[in-house]
């Protein structure tokens, strides 16, 4: 049974922090990239981050320098750890995982998802 399951989200100000965590079986890791994606109301689901089986990362540009992804030394679980949250963060959170080594923010390479986290950040 392969499953995901994220938690972490929560409400916070403007400028604070969050870790997410995003627990993952069922998948040979080495072989999988997992990501991490948002999804604001009435907006397209956004990539946020992801991490390969080698620990390639890729973030998108609005993240970079405040998110960090990494994942636990037996990798079953990825984090997104969240600095200088701003207002437009505001999304409810999914980690996925994708049958590949390649590193992706197409939400449509993924093929297993979590029933996500909400972030709310407030101004």
């Known amino acids: 049974q392969w499953q995901l399951v994220e938690s972490g989200g929560e409400p916070v100000q403007s400028g604070g922090s969050l870790r997410l965590s995003c627990v993952v079986s069922?998948?040979?890791?080495?072989?999988?990239?997992i990501g991490w994606f948002r999804q604001a109301p009435g907006k397209e689901r956004e990539g946020v981050s992801c991490?390969?089986?080698?620990?390639?990362?890729d973030y998108v540009d609005s993240v970079k320098g405040r998110f960090t992804i990494s994942r636990s030394d037996n990798k079953r679980v990825v984090y997104l750890q969240m600095h200088s949250l701003k207002p437009e963060d505001t999304a409810v959170y999914y980690c996925?995982?994708?049958?590949?080594?390649?590193?992706?923010?197409?939400?449509?390479?993924?093929?297993?998802w979590g029933q996500g986290t909400q972030v709310t950040v407030s101004s």
């Open positions: 069922g998948f040979p890791l080495q072989h999988y990239t």
């Open positions: 991490i390969s089986g080698g620990d390639d990362t």
């Open positions: 996925a995982a994708r049958f590949s080594s390649a590193v992706s923010l197409n939400p449509t390479n993924y093929d297993y």
